[in-house]
T-cell receptor, first 109, second 113 residues
Framework: GQNIDQPTEMTATEGAIVQINCTYQTSGFNGLFWYQQHAGEAPTFLSYNVLDGLEEKGRFSSFLSRSKGYSYLLLKELQMKDSASYLCAVLDSNYQLIWGAGTKLIIKP | IAGITQAPTSQILAAGRRMTLRCTQDMRHNAMYWYRQDLGLGLRLIHYSNTAGTTGKGEVPDGYSVSRANTDDFPLTLASAVPSQTSVYFC????????????FGPGTRLTVL
């Protein structure tokens, strides 16, 4: 079966750095997405990785290792507005997105 | 209209009733999707459409139907609602499917009693 694993919840301090991990086992791989979802709102796109390595976009970076079935989202200089759920999703061999359950990130002052 | 709109925002429905959730996008995207999101589970694909006039089944299609008469609209119908269909429903669209980024509507919170 297809499986995406993420921690259920993480807590971090304002101004710090946090790494949210995602491991996956899917039928085929055509890329990995990270989305942010604030409570009661729609998911919004953060990043897309299809090749191994680190992609940096401002305070957010995303890393992919296809051989390990592993990705992480790195958030730097955390702000209170970063409190949200972070969703990892893999595009499988049928070009359908398989979603993890999300990691709820709590930022404390 | 800017992006994707969904209606209604929320709805309480008696079991056995028929319900249509509406979704409209103004980005001229070819592909559209319906997901449900339940606590503790990832988003699950119900149905999708890669282009107007075509539809396909996702991971959890039973009890739901869709149509895609034109590019902009992608309604989701529950023919006879059951309590297990209580969920938050998100409509999404992407330019051409595949690796294109999906953009989500604000969601419809549906409660079936």
């Amino acid at each position: 079966g297809q499986n995406i694993d993420q921690p259920t919840e993480m807590t971090a301090t304002e101004g710090a750095i946090v790494q949210i991990n995602c491991t996956y086992q899917t039928s085929g791989f055509n890329g990995l997405f990270w989305y942010q979802q604030h409570a009661g709102e729609a998911p919004t796109f953060l990043s897309y990785n299809v090749l191994d390595g680190l992609e940096e976009k401002g305070r957010f970076s995303s890393f992919l290792s296809r051989s390990k079935g592993y990705s992480y989202l790195l958030l730097k200089e955390l702000q209170m507005k970063d409190s949200a759920s972070y969703l990892c999703a893999v595009l499988d061999s049928n070009y359908q997105l398989i979603w993890g359950a999300g990691t709820k990130l709590i930022i404390k002052p | 209209i800017a992006g994707i709109t969904q209606a209604p925002t929320s709805q309480i429905l008696a079991a056995g009733r028929r319900m249509t959730l509406r979704c409209t996008q103004d980005m001229r995207h070819n592909a559209m999707y319906w997901y449900r999101q339940d606590l503790g589970l990832g988003l699950r694909l119900i149905h999708y459409s890669n282009t107007a006039g075509t539809t396909g089944k996702g991971e959890v299609p039973d009890g739901y139907s869709v149509s895609r008469a034109n590019t902009d609209d992608f309604p989701l119908t529950l023919a006879s609602a059951v309590p297990s269909q209580t969920s938050v429903y998100f409509c999404a669209s992407s330019a051409a499917g595949g690796r294109d980024t999906q953009y989500f509507g604000p969601g419809t919170r549906l409660t079936v009693l």
